[in-house]
């Protein structure tokens, strides 16, 4: 199930920038698996690809500690057949899309990060 692109971008912008970390948490199935190259930097692993609900928020839990005033501004939201794509101003002026893949009751399953 596919959620409305626009609300689900807002929402989520929101949890980020609420440094709640239940609330972003909330959008993610269990099984989740993220693929960002901020990953591969901050943790070494080669692929930088993370998987589970419990090593994403190691891993968010720790780079919300690093970055206490992370603030997101979404540009624009695009959707597809099972995905949304998130454009958004991320830290440090950088630009990034990430685009989310939903399970079959609208929670995020898959998510690949590109910045530049």
């Not at 626009?6 to 239940?22: G, P, Q, Y």
């Not at 609330?23 to 698996?33: F, Q």
């Not at 609900?53 to 690093?66: G, I, N, T």
């Not at 501004?73 to 101003?89: F, G, N, P, W």
């Amino acid at each position: 199930m596919l959620p409305d692109s626009k609300e689900f971008a807002v929402e989520w912008i929101e949890s980020w920038n609420s440094h709640d970390l239940d609330r972003i948490m909330s959008h993610y199935a269990d099984d989740v698996e993220v693929t960002s190259p901020m990953i591969k930097v901050a943790t070494g692993i080669d692929n930088g690809t993370l998987q589970g609900k419990s090593s994403v928020r190691q891993y968010w839990h720790a780079a919300l500690d690093k970055v206490p005033d992370l603030h997101f501004e979404l540009v624009e939201c695009t959707k597809s057949v099972d995905s949304i794509a998130i454009y958004y101003k991320s830290i440090m002026g950088k630009m990034a899309i990430e685009v989310m893949f939903f399970d079959p009751i609208g929670k995020v399953s898959k998510v690949i990060a590109h910045y530049n």
